[in-house]
């Protein structure tokens, strides 16, 4: 009771202050908005499509990957407070848990999915190791018949 | 009216009385002090790369003339009347209720994080013992990690109202960071609560306080995790090297590009707030709260008011002293690459903890000597350097990047010959 009392307190407290300097620059401050002040700032160049565009799949799979953690981060903590008192107990139920985060974090480091820079081997951007054409051709062979027929073409014009 | 005084007294028992007084105070204190750490962190950025810095405001403000310049104090007040007198414009294409709520998110949650924090330690009342914070709340150490998360959506909700594609790539960085660093700082959290075998915060700062050989700071004992825990608090306030949700260069002002006037200032304040609250958190959990030299035991758990008040004393001079180092990393550090960034907690922070709680857990099981934590992160510090290059390493990402068919990768050549 006490603690909740004081927690809202608290937090009453906190956004009284934000609305307080919130509302009360509203009296004294100008308003003059203008066309150009009005339009998005990029730069003063003229915005060019909506933003909210559909953003890197890479943030989701950070976000999903926060969220398996924290869940599991946040079930251990009681087990943290009891764990001096129960040892065995808790060793018994805290180890699948522990195990398991251990686990899949391995499982997400082996896959890959860990890496921020992934893609750029596979985009047009196609880069390879030893800058070899076999290399290229390992991993995509069209490329290979592409660079061929494009080759053909130069000779058949020449 | 009998009914409604004895209701009032059992209500306002003197831990509330102490509770709201603690609020009032450093509430005021925090809002005070962030405006002067904004010209700190000037004078700071000032004498990092030297120069002089904001030495002309006095206290005149333009009504007296005052021969002393007062260092430039004064520059902290003017800077707080000049944000709240001007214009505040809201932009028309921005969604307007999220575009206020996400100001209020940011500084909220910044606000009431630190409630936990045991600025003054116990106190004697009567026969009665109150705690010197602002809220005594049963769960202690994980109350500040579950408001730190909701602070990532000031950044979220700010960065979709504003309909800005700086604000919105600069949300999504701060959010993947944010979320990202969350991870170890709670395993550090939960290391502790382990160690301890208590989440309340004073409880935690009594053990360490306790004196002699078994019971000191756990920065002795955890040094790894002490370093660990910075970064990530370094890296949820988005102070620089971790800055990326507001780097200049790309994305103008990230985050915060389409807001003005007071409602920018109020993201302002809850960065700085954030790093007040890392700050005692980190003093908390690592330098021992209110304990003024590990191993003395120098001061009393629970006392009068003299006492609190110097407890009060030695927790802010900690945390002055982390915000100084905070300032002095961020103006001598430059800023991380946004994969380097994501490689540092994926690929060294958080293995480090998970193996860190392992042996933390098998410590405490064995119940062996805390010196034996100290042993455990030398052990995890080296044992990480010759094991990290082992790792699967992910493709690298700093080598050149060929466009298949350009002048520097010439394919069609290997392809005739092929």
Sequence with gaps: MEQLLSLSIFLAFGLGFVFFSLIVGRLVRPSLPGREKNSVYECGEPTIGSSWVQFDLRFYIVALFYLVF???????????????????????????????????????????????????????????????????????????????ARAGADTGQS | MQDIISCLQSIATPQLIAHVIVI??????????????????????????????????????????????????????????????KEDYDPPQ????????????????????????????????????????????????????????????????GGYASTNKYSFLGALRATAQMLSYEIPMSLCVLIIILMSGTPRAEDIAVLQAAGGLHHSWNILFQPLLAV????????????????????????????????????????FLGEYMHMITGSAMFALLFLGGWDLLPFLGALPAVGGIGLVLLKFAIFAGKVFFLLFVMMWIRWSLPRFRFDQLMRLAWRSLIPMTLILLLASGVIVYLRLSPWYFLLANIAVFVGGLFVGPLLPQGPPVNRRVPLAGSRFSPLVEVAAKG
């Design chain 1, 70 to 148: 924290d869940v599991e981060v946040a079930l251990i903590y009681p087990w943290a407070v009891i764990f001096r008192d129960f040892p065995t107990e808790a060793v018994i139920l805290g180890a699948p848990f522990v195990g398991l985060i251990i686990v899949g974090f391995a499982y997400e480091w082996q896959t890959g999915s860990l890496d921020w820079v992934r893609s750029a081997v596979n985009t047009s951007l196609r880069a390879t190791r030893d800058n070899s054409m076999a290399h290229l051709a390992r991993r995509d062979p069209e490329i290979l018949q592409d660079q061929r």
């Design chain 2, 24 to 85: 009032m105070v450093i509430a005021n204190l925090m809002l005070g002090g962030c405006a002067y750490l904004i010209l700190l962190e000037r004078k700071v950025a000032a004498w990092t790369q030297d120069r002089i810095g904001p030495n002309r405001v006095n206290f005149s403000f333009g009504l007296v003339s005052l021969k002393s310049k007062h260092f430039g104090l004064g520059q902290a007040l003017v800077d707080g009347v000049k944000l709240l007198v």
């Design chain 2, 94 to 157: 921005v969604d307007k209720i999220l575009f206020y709520l996400a100001p209020v998110f940011a500084v909220g949650t910044a606000l009431v994080g630190w409630a936990i924090i045991p600025w003054g330690g116990l106190m004697q009342w009567g026969d009665q013992t109150l705690v010197i914070a602002a809220a005594d709340i049963n769960i202690g150490i994980i109350y500040p990690l579950a408001i730190g998360s909701l602070a990532v959506y000031g950044v979220v909700v």
């Design chain 2, 228 to 267: 660990i825990f910075f970064t990530c608090v370094l890296a949820e306030c988005n102070r620089a090297p971790f800055d990326l949700a507001e780097s200049e260069q790309e994305l103008v002002g990230g985050y915060h590009t389409e807001y003005s006037s007071m409602k920018w200032a109020l993201f």
